[in-house]
């Protein structure tokens, strides 16, 4: 099992920035990869930054110069560096891990950008 803490969301103007962590614990010694998915209303989840154990990342073309992924191992942390926010941005930011055979889903942290 593992289990996964969000932190960081928050209420930001548009050209702001906010930043998230993923605490993990428990069996975290083989987990392939890990990452940020948001969900905004009326629409569905979608990938935004994952990272994998040897430390690759990719991004949604929406964020792509904008947010940086980022892990500490050390802290078994995971972090979502989100600048220049937009009101496109707001959403239920989700940290995700992947394990060989099986998702972790964190609760979810709210995220609001007003214009």
């Known amino acids: 099992q593992v289990q996964l803490v969000e932190s960081g969301g928050g209420l930001v103007q548009a050209g702001g920035s906010l930043r998230l962590s993923c605490a993990a614990s428990?069996?975290?010694?083989?987990?392939?990869?890990m990452g940020w998915y948001r969900q905004a209303p009326g629409k569905q989840r979608e990938p935004v930054a994952t990272i994998t154990s040897g430390g690759v990342t990719n991004y949604a073309d929406s964020v792509k110069g904008r947010f940086t992924i980022s892990k500490d191992n050390a802290k078994n942390t995971v972090y979502l560096q989100m600048n220049s926010l937009k009101p496109d941005d707001t959403a239920v930011y989700y940290c995700?891990?992947?394990?060989?055979?099986?998702?972790?889903w964190g609760q979810g942290t709210q995220v609001t950008v007003s214009s």
């Open positions: 428990g069996s975290i010694f083989n987990l392939n990869s």
């Open positions: 995700r891990a992947m394990a060989p055979n099986r998702l972790y």
